[in-house]
């Protein structure tokens, strides 16, 4: 089932000026993982969400996190993945909420009519695995082994609003 996003959706970058995610996806698809720093989930599912993402730094793809925190905080929870990683703020959730999710960590596939065309909410391998399948199979790009070894067990994640 595909989401529509509104075009005037905003992405606040952590380095740069917010745009609307039209302007996002104007030439590539996203892929973004969305955190919420004040879990364990999110500590749990960072090094697995960073390989996977990793995993398409070469391909037609902007490749993200999305956390839900204060600029401020993002940077004392990402630190030096900023310099690697492109890394949006969402203290207000307000594009967390825009791309249908209701449960943090999530991964998201959003095309370039601003659609979300997969995600995954919580941790759940197959989910996940289905959402990198989906990505590479547009991207024409390998699929990512979801699991591998030391990725945790699955669990639910944390409501959005919690």
Sequence with gaps: ????VQAAVELTPLTGESRPISEW???FHLAIVVLDPYTNESSWIIDTAL???RSYSEADVRIALLVTASETEV???VGPLASEILVFV???????KAF????LPAFVHINQAHQVEASAQGWNPAEWAAVAANLSARMDWTVPQIPEN???SP???TALNA
């Design 25 to 27: 996806t104007t030439n």
């Design 90 to 96: 969402d203290p207000e959730r307000a594009a967390a």
């Design 100 to 103: 249908g999710l209701e449960t």
């Design 51 to 53: 390989r996977v993402l």
């Design 155 to 157: 669990f639910a994640g």
């Design 75 to 77: 940077r004392d929870y």
């Design 1 to 4: 089932m595909t989401t529509d």
């Design 150 to 152: 030391g990725d945790p």
